[in-house]
């Protein structure tokens, strides 16, 4: 197990990992639609949305199947918008300012930087910097993505640890080097649950952030 | 006279607008070659060195210059560091939380981004996300600087304000559209000076950061 004293940097994934990204569209698809009248099921429309990319030629492709061909414009932009105010999970505020008290803290996602400086703006997230995939012009789980993480921050793979609530990330992480740290999001897919427990050996694993941050000895 | 209201963003210029990197850099020369009994004019060491970049091989460079061509090899990574722990201009970091109340803030640099990030824990400077030459991969005053400062936030150029004590930066940034403004730094290089006003037209100019946010409504 790696020694939290040779971490430097925490790089986390956002979507799950911090952020209820399921509640917090269904919630904004019912509030969007309702005004027209339209109700559908808006945690399955939440879950196709998320099962591809979360980008608004994905969102004209899968209207379609929820019965909205003629969805309006406006309500399409609105809808897209709904991305860039999500909630986070309630102990993470709390737990990334213990965090950053001792790392610097960086999110490393998909998702581009308009959409995470909005996400941290709503949640009160202060981050060292925003790396992720726009930085890196690839996506997880490409190596490119991890590794410009650690070089932004001047660090090798192993100052760093990538925190997420997925296996895959983590093993990606893990690939080339990083650190690697579970959290616990059993509630991340609603009733299709979410990962309890690492699927790979992680350096650490915990309930939720909070846990993680004690574990660090934040 | 661009309204304020139009503007989304702010984009920073950092060394000589929000930071005294003169007298930053003389005070770490002195204090690292002294343990050595060296004592050379460590403020013309401060232009030497940001007359050029300061990055560590154009430190290499300059020290035969100053007699210190067998300089050891920690106190030279020592002495680049110096770059990454430079005091704000005394009303920056109040000034700074009034105008990110209102708009999204960033340094757009040709800095690194971790040493943005140091700079920025160093004087509690919180920015949304940390944009300038890294992103772009090209360096002020090249257009693709501010053009991928603007996209990054989903912006157009006339929504972002670039804010610097340089007259270069801002007429590079007034040709592309974005709105411009002077804030003044006499003293940046010393007994040499600095802009006490803009030599071009811009949208605003102010005596510091703080008569800035006045003029912003911030």
Redesign the interface.
């Known amino acids: 197990m790696t020694d939290p004293e040779t971490i430097k940097a925490l790089f986390f994934d956002v979507f799950g990992t911090l952020v209820d990204w399921r509640s917090g569209i269904a919630r904004n698809v019912r509030r969007l639609l309702e005004p027209h009248g339209i109700a559908i099921d808006a945690d399955a429309f939440a879950d196709a949305w998320r099962g591809e990319y979360q980008h608004r030629h994905t969102l004209d492709r899968i209207l379609p199947r929820f019965g909205l061909d003629a969805l309006d414009e406006d309500t399409r932009v609105a809808l897209n918008l709904a991305w860039h105010h999500l909630p986070a999970w309630p102990e993470v505020p709390a737990a990334l300012r213990r965090l950053r008290a001792r790392f610097?803290l960086a999110p490393v996602s998909n998702g581009?930087?308009?959409l995470?400086?909005d996400l941290?703006?709503d949640n009160s997230f202060?981050?060292?910097?925003?790396?992720g995939a726009?930085?890196a012009r690839d996506y997880k789980p490409k190596p490119a993505v991890y590794l410009a993480a650690a070089e932004?921050?001047?660090l090798a793979p192993a100052q760093c640890l990538m925190v997420a609530a997925h296996s895959s990330d983590l093993a990606a992480a893990a690939a080339l080097g990083l650190a690697t740290a579970h959290v616990a999001r059993p509630r991340e897919h609603g009733p299709h649950g979410g990962e309890t427990k690492p699927e790979l050996a992680v350096d650490f694993a915990a309930a939720d952030l909070a846990a993680l941050a004690t574990k660090l000895g934040c």
């Open positions: 610097r581009n930087i308009s995470m400086a941290a703006r202060h981050w060292d910097a925003i790396l726009e930085i932004a921050f001047d």
